[in-house]
């Protein structure tokens, strides 16, 4: 059973920053893409960001952003969970969100099936 779980959320003033993770537990062969969604109180999810993979525990594609977090938000490997995470910086108000990882993960040689984490809170304050 694979599962996903988010960490690294919390309450910053606006101007700060926050580190997100995602972590995967289960047995996989590898991510074949990785993405970051928010859902802020009362709107829909809204993808932030996401890397598709060159089908190996290696990513080398550029990940790709929202307008919205372009030049602020930075994913990066994070190789000991082998997953890809957000650096979120120059936080607004507007970036208040729970925060949602999802990850298409090849679980052996011939399926590749999507999972969902359960979400962390970011809040930030004015």
């Known amino acids: 059973q694979v599962h996903l779980v988010e960490s690294g959320g919390g309450l910053v003033q606006a101007g700060g920053s926050l580190r997100l993770s995602c972590g995967v537990s289960?047995?996989?062969?590898?991510?074949?893409?990785m993405a970051w969604y928010r859902q802020a109180p009362g709107k829909q999810r809204e993808l932030v960001a996401y890397?598709?993979?060159?089908?190996?525990?290696?990513?080398?594609?550029?990940?790709n952003y929202s307008n919205s977090v372009k030049g602020r938000f930075t994913i990066s490997r994070d190789n000991a969970k082998n997953t890809w995470n957000p650096q979120m910086n120059s936080l607004k108000p507007e970036d208040t969100a729970v925060y949602y990882c999802?990850?298409?993960?090849?679980?052996?040689?011939?399926?590749?099936?999507?999972?969902w984490g359960q979400g962390t809170q970011v809040t930030v304050s004015s």
């Open positions: 999802k990850a298409n993960v090849k679980i052996d040689f011939y399926r590749v099936s999507e999972y």
């Open positions: 890397i598709i993979s060159d089908d190996s525990p290696n990513y080398s594609d550029s990940p």
């Open positions: 289960g047995i996989i062969f590898s991510i074949d893409t």
